[in-house]
């Protein structure tokens, strides 16, 4: 009887197994079909243009940009060299810089760049083996006038805040199509699509898929009577028709050359501040380091360490704040290898684990 009993009791989890199991399987996705024919159009031209905007990332902050050209580079195989616009004011402080492509991907050293401040616009250029998506821009590629027109519907992309936020949407209409900025006549237009600080650099499409600006900036607060009040919609975008012949005469000769220096790439935080905002159980008992927060994609530092790796000891010598780190960097030339002894949680035990790192 207690082995009837117990078939029964087995049969029974089995076919509830089975039924969950069919449950989730056959759970099916149901696809979105858009109502109206002007969201489907915007819908599949931010697909179609959304591989070719890119985060330009520096040494004190990021933009964003937009691939829009490509070539081989000489006396290399299948390595190409990609042009990507953006705001001079994103690039000005000069130092290093890489382009970020979203989550799952590497991001790209810039090997140089060119600007032109008086118009706030730049092009910085990568070479990668990668095959990058490039949009093109008419008013460059064959010197055309793209027509800008009071009401038409636009559509910003870029990253504002942080990388968090890459490729960030917003829309809104051409306000006013030719407009002053920094007191040169007709070199912006005005529209109402939301802009924060990291869109600078973005493009500006219209529904059709074309770049016709490039944002830059936004009117934060007016002044009224009653003193400042918040300004809403009142946002600026360099006019792609002023910009092109800038870009088009960039010469060769004239792009300057980024300067890499030897690092480990890492982004780290002194323990205490770390423990303001985080989890104290990311850390052991009583951590005495520095807490690896972040990566550079373009250095090999990602490769043998974690994120929340608490870093204690390089080249023999006690790590206990960010100064003692990079006295272990200085006089550093590429090609130096350092070893590190971090504390890291392995299925929620602490371990010690020892690496090396190359500097690239």
Excluded: W
Aim: glycine letters at 8%; one cysteine or more; a negative charge.
């Amino acid at each position: 009887m207690k082995t009837k009993k117990l078939i029964l009791s087995i049969l029974t989890v089995l076919i509830s197994l089975t039924l969950i199991g069919c449950t989730i399987e056959t759970r099916a996705v149901e696809t979105y079909v858009s109502p109206s024919t002007e969201e489907q159009l915007r819908i599949d031209m931010i697909a179609e243009v959304s591989p070719s905007v890119v985060a330009v990332v520096t040494e004190t902050g990021h933009g964003s940009g937009i691939i829009y050209k490509s070539e081989p580079v000489e006396g290399e195989t299948n390595v190409d060299r990609y042009y990507i616009m953006t705001n001079n004011h994103v690039v000005e402080d000069g130092g290093e810089m890489k382009v970020h492509f979203g989550p799952g991907q590497d991001d790209i050293a810039v090997k140089d760049y060119q600007t032109y401040p008086l118009f706030d616009v730049a092009v910085v250029r990568i070479e990668t083996d990668r095959n990058l998506r490039v949009h093109a821009i008419a008013p460059i590629d064959d010197n055309v006038i793209t027509e800008i027109v009071k009401g038409q519907e636009v559509i910003a992309i870029g990253t504002p805040r942080d990388l968090a936020f890459f490729n960030y949407v917003t829309t809104g209409v051409v306000s006013i199509p030719t407009f002053a900025y920094e007191g040169i006549n007709g070199l912006s237009l005005m529209h109402d699509a939301d802009l924060n600080p990291g869109n600078s650099g973005g493009p500006l499409f219209n529904l059709n898929g074309e770049v016709i600006g490039l944002n830059v900036a936004k009117i934060t607060d007016v002044q009224t009577s009653d003193g400042l009040i918040a300004a809403d919609g009142l946002n600026y975008a360099l006019n792609i028709n002023k910009l092109a012949p800038i870009i088009r005469g960039f010469q060769e000769a004239n792009y300057i050359e980024v300067v890499r220096s030897p690092k480990l790439g890492v982004t780290v935080q002194e323990v205490d501040i770390f423990l303001l905002e985080n989890d104290p159980s990311l850390l052991p008992n009583n951590p005495v380091g520095v807490v690896v927060i972040g990566f550079d994609l373009t250095r090999n530092a990602h490769l043998v360490l974690e994120e929340y790796d608490l870093i204690i000891e390089m080249n023999g010598n006690p790590i206990t704040s960010i100064a003692d780190l990079a006295a272990e960097l200085q006089d550093a030339e590429f090609g130096d290898t350092h070893q590190l002894t971090v504390i890291r949680k392995v299925n929620n035990v602490f371990e010690e684990i020892s690496v090396t790192i190359t500097l690239s």
